[in-house]
């Protein structure tokens, strides 16, 4: 098997039903700020903008459904949106992959390209103590995507 290193949490997601309604207070109470960029990512059918508290620790991911087809919506629908995920970096996305099914989580999503990350790959697993992990690959390896912010 490949090496796997430590894993490098990038950022925590959380489900809203509108961002530009959220974000005036997830800004204030945070503290936080934000570059005014929202990605739209139709593979994930989800548009997404990324908050900062400090230079160089893990960011909080806003998530708003695009569509009734989206992974989230049942989500927001059912639970009213919140704390949704968190996000590691890995420089083995393969291998990162093994391993967390080695522990018995379940595969949800295969890696696909993502729009808000250059085309660098994302991957979604489900571990047994129900907790939603987005792995992101540390560099791209596909051909990067086309994005609009």
Aim: proline fraction near 7%; charged fraction near 20%.
């Amino acid at each position: 098997m490949d090496e796997v290193r430590p894993l490098a949490l990038h950022h925590v997601g959380f489900v809203v039903a509108d961002i530009a309604s959220a974000m005036e207070g997830f800004l204030r109470s945070l503290n936080a700020s934000w570059n005014q960029q929202i990605w739209e990512d139709p593979l994930q059918r989800v548009k997404v903008a990324f908050l900062t508290t400090s230079p160089g620790v893990p960011q909080i991911e806003l998530v708003e459904p695009v569509g009734d087809r989206s992974p989230v919506r049942k989500f927001l629908v059912e639970k009213g949106g919140g704390l949704h995920h968190c996000c590691y970096e890995t420089d083995n996305l393969k291998a990162e992959l093994q391993a967390f099914r080695s522990r018995r989580a379940i595969l949800v999503r295969p890696p696909q390209p993502a729009v808000a990350f250059g085309g660098r790959r994302i991957a979604w697993l489900l571990t047994q103590e129900n907790l939603l992990v987005e792995l992101l690959e540390t560099t791209l390896v596909a051909s990067p995507l086309k994005s609009k912010p």
